[in-house]
Every structure is written in C-alpha cells, then in structure tokens.
C-alpha cells in the first residue's frame, strides 16, 4: 500500500514512475509486513539507474524493504544523489530509515513511525508527530493512515521540482 498508492497517485498527476530494487525481475508487496499484497514487477535494478534518470525518488516504508536498502551501498548512494541535486524525495513509515544510512536527515524535521524516531533523532533529525511533514522538499509521513496527506504533499512537492542544497549530509 505505501508503495502503490503514492505510485498511483503520481501517475494520475502525469509523472512516469518506475519501481527501481535492488535487483529485477519481482518484488513481493506486503500489507502490514505479515500479509501478501500484489507481486510487483520491477523496471530497474538500482545498480542500472542514476538519480540524473528521475525527477524525485519515494521510499515506501514496511520493515523489511528500508532495512534492505539502509545496508546496500548503491541504494544508498542513489539516495544521497537526489539530496546532492536537491530534488524531491518522500519517504514514508519506516521509509526514512534509509535516509538515516544515507547521512542526509540532521538538522531536518521528520516525521515517521514511532519505533524509528530515536533512530532519527539520533542521527540529528528533528522528529514531530504529524501526517505529513515537508523541509525542503523532503516529505515525511507517519503510516499508511497517512497515505491522503502523504500522495497529496508529494504530487505538490515533485511538481515544484529542485530545492536549494541545503542541510544535507550526504558527501560527493
């Protein structure tokens, strides 16, 4: 859900919208971490693709997918690319979790599930408890309860385009 929702709702405002992974071939969705959802076809292993290819990037949440991004060093750096060229990134649940990895939340307010939000704050971020949180185009959210205020926020966000480069971690 937090990954086909936003996906619908960016296409029904025009974007083209590619389900990048950590390899091809198909990703099983989950609802809940527990039950099966739709078996996701993939367009491009995140090893094929730079940040120069895309406009913004979403990061869906559930456990499994943010851990097995945070710990892979080519998604990461496909993360710390969009923060470098300042463009419109959304992440969601326990989506910021790859933010973490990738060094780009300190001095930025979040928003997320409660079990990551020492993570955050431990990483510098500021952490609120509200639907949807935008800082320079970075836009957070809490849960799948979120999901209205989230698409909403990113199709306005991804349609202002690039944000100054500011208070990101990330390194060259």
Same mark, same amino acid.
């Given at each position: ?25 198909? *990703? ?5 971490? *527990? ?33 097995? &991004? ?21 992440? +969601?649940?326990? #989506?910021?979790?790859?933010? +973490? ?14 079990? *990551?939000? %020492? ?7 500021? $952490? $609120? ?8 185009? &970075? $836009? %957070? ?13 990113? $199709? ?9 480069? &500011?208070?990101? #971690?990330? %390194?060259?």
């Amino acid at each position: 859900m937090e990954l086909t929702r936003p996906r619908e709702e960016l296409r029904k405002a025009g974007a083209r919208v590619d389900l990048v992974s950590l390899s091809t071939g198909s *990703i099983q969705a989950m609802n809940g971490d *527990i039950d099966k959802a739709d078996t996701l076809e993939v367009d491009k292993a995140v090893a094929d693709v730079s940040a120069d290819d895309y406009d913004a990037l979403v990061l869906p949440g559930g456990t499994m997918n943010p851990d097995n &991004l945070r710990v892979d060093g080519t998604a990461v750096a496909f993360v710390q690319a969009f923060f470098r060229a300042g463009k419109p990134v959304g992440a +969601i649940c326990h #989506g910021p979790w790859t933010l +973490i990895e990738a060094d780009v939340v300190k001095g930025r307010t979040l928003t997320s599930f409660p079990s *990551i939000r %020492t993570d955050l704050r431990n990483a510098g971020a500021t $952490v $609120v408890d509200e639907q949807v949180v935008c800082d320079e185009g &970075l $836009v %957070t959210s809490r849960n799948p309860d979120d999901l209205d205020a989230f698409c909403a926020k990113l $199709v306005e966000e991804f349609e202002e385009g690039r944000h100054p480069v &500011l208070r990101q #971690g990330a %390194t060259a």
